[in-house]
């Protein structure tokens, strides 16, 4: 069966002397895997539609197995990010969590917007870091893991101090402080800041910046709760944690 999508390139592996696996994530369909022919050859009018983060619309012939890309057409390249280590190591972590933790032939057009807006932000500019915080958080529900973020995760208060409890999954308030000996005492503000990004209209987005303390704090916290909870490792993500190791380093010298 002919399909005609529109999706976004997730993942590419070389297969033979100058073809290509391409993973797409498609508005329609979701995940999909296409053969594209020649692709890894210059000339080829599949090289461009088939590199990794380009947006476009695809014609494929889909089956039971493994379809075959026959079209493409371009509707954005997502050059700035390939021209640009740091944001290649933002998109591929965005990428490759959500390839993750999808399966094959599910759609889902809110992961697919949300997808298409990280990676067409991180390409206009929009600092990714920031994004990439807001894109956690969203993606908690798809993972199955959302922290209670609107109340205390043990008594159900919305009323006193709170902190975040990755043993009880979400915020405690202070007359349940007793139950984690190992909770994190984040600012107000950080606190504040999980539970918007959880609601955060990405269609609306705005100026964006944060204190380096927040970022610290915010960082903290989500890593330490994929690590409890979400099971996942990903290549991208140690990348990308050299990546800001070395950003650091680059801006004190």
Do not use: W
Not at 86 to 108: H, I, M, P, Q
Not at 219 to 225: A, K, N, S, T, V
Request: charged share 25%; proline share 2%.
């Amino acid at each position: 069966m002919l399909h005609k999508c529109e999706g976004i390139v997730i993942r590419t592996n070389a297969y033979g002397e100058s073809n290509k696996i391409v993973t797409l994530y498609t508005k329609e369909l979701g995940k999909v895997g296409v053969m594209a022919r020649g692709a890894t050859k210059p000339s080829s009018r599949l090289t461009s539609v088939s590199q990794l983060f380009s947006h476009g619309m695809y014609l494929f012939q889909k089956g039971s197995g493994l379809g075959s890309l026959q079209q493409g057409e371009i509707l954005e390249s997502m050059r700035s990010i390939r021209e640009d280590i740091f944001l290649t190591a933002y998109s591929s972590y965005v990428v490759e969590l959500l390839d993750k933790v999808t399966e094959e032939g599910r759609r889902n057009p809110h992961l697919y917007e949300l997808l298409y807006l990280m990676l067409h932000y991180i390409n206009e500019g929009i600092d990714p870091e920031i994004l990439t915080f807001i894109y956690e958080v969203k993606m908690l529900e798809a993972i199955g893991i959302t922290p209670e973020l609107n109340k205390c995760a043990s008594c159900s208060s919305t009323e006193g101090t709170f902190a975040f409890s990755i043993k009880e999954g979400g915020y405690l308030c202070h007359r349940c402080f007793h139950k984690d000996p190992h909770l994190i005492k984040a600012s107000p503000a950080t606190l504040r800041l999980l539970r918007t990004f959880y609601y955060y209209d990405l269609n609306r987005i705005g100026n964006l910046s944060l204190k380096e303390e927040t970022r610290k704090e915010l960082r903290f916290i989500l890593d330490e709760y994929y690590d409890a909870y979400s099971g996942i490792m990903l290549k991208s993500k140690r990348f990308l944690k050299q990546m800001d190791s070395l950003k650091v380093n680059l801006d004190k010298k």
